[in-house]
């Protein structure tokens, strides 16, 4: 089993829609994630930090669920400027720095 | 706010030749992170300092150096280059090694012709 797991997409959803990404993690020492965003040969950018059960920034809401080893993204009423691959990151064990990434749920919001 | 910086943005070497790439962290960063991300892969982590001194060690191809100096920027020496190390590398840092968020640089898009 990888150690994050996510579906690829492409989620393709038109504005204003509702989507949520779900992520897995295989080791369950595992005490912070983080969701990324990355556009297209650019560099991932932080989107929210997850410590405890979730966390919500706006139209974006995390969900942690430890006893499945899951971590979730919803994003309400999108918009086409979250286009994007959107990254479940989480940190080897209880090891600082290593981060291991997911490898990208693929977001295209349309008009 | 300032960012990560890294030189150059876009770097062709031949095969056999070597490539140095630089990062800047951002201020107050004692920590920073080399990441390597092949075309359509995910990033995979290189190597790591904190204050100067080596933190962590991932996937680095022993053809690959690295240091961090005193004024806490990093650079990442590359040898022997290969076809296969062309990938985008990314820099990131935080605040300090016990802090997760990791902020990324724009990348150095190395090309080996």
């Known amino acids: 089993r990888k150690e994050v797991e996510q579906d690829p997409g492409p989620f393709n959803v038109p504005e204003g829609a509702t989507v949520a990404f779900n992520c897995t993690y295989s080791n369950s020492a595992s005490q912070s994630f983080f969701w990324y965003r990355q556009d297209c040969r650019k560099e991932p950018k932080l989107l929210m930090s997850?410590?405890?059960s979730g966390n919500e920034d706006g139209r974006f809401t995390a969900q942690l669920n430890r006893a499945s080893q899951y971590i979730s993204l919803l994003i309400r009423d999108s918009k086409l400027s979250d286009s994007a691959t959107y990254l479940c990151?989480?940190?080897?064990?209880?090891?600082?720095?290593?981060?291991?990434f997911g490898q990208g749920t693929i977001l295209t919001v349309h008009p | 706010a300032a960012g990560v910086i890294q030189s150059p943005r876009h770097l062709i070497k031949e095969k056999r030749e070597t490539a140095t790439l630089k990062c800047y962290p951002i201020?107050?960063?004692?920590?920073v992170y080399w990441y390597q991300q092949g075309p359509g892969q995910d990033p995979q982590f290189l190597i790591s300092?904190?204050?100067?001194?080596?933190?962590d060690k991932g996937s680095i191809p022993d053809r690959f150096s690295a240091q961090q100096f005193s004024d806490y920027h990093s650079e990442l020496n590359m040898s022997s280059l290969e076809l296969g190390d062309s990938a985008l590398y990314f820099c990131?840092?935080?605040?300090?090694?016990?802090?997760?968020?990791?902020?990324f640089g724009p990348g150095t898009r190395l090309t080996v012709t």
């Open positions: 990131a840092s935080s605040l300090w090694v016990g802090v997760n968020e990791q902020y």
């Open positions: 201020p107050r960063h004692d920590t």
């Open positions: 997850v410590y405890s």
């Open positions: 990151v989480v940190p080897r064990g209880t090891s600082y720095g290593k981060l291991t």
């Open positions: 300092f904190y204050e100067k001194m080596q933190s």
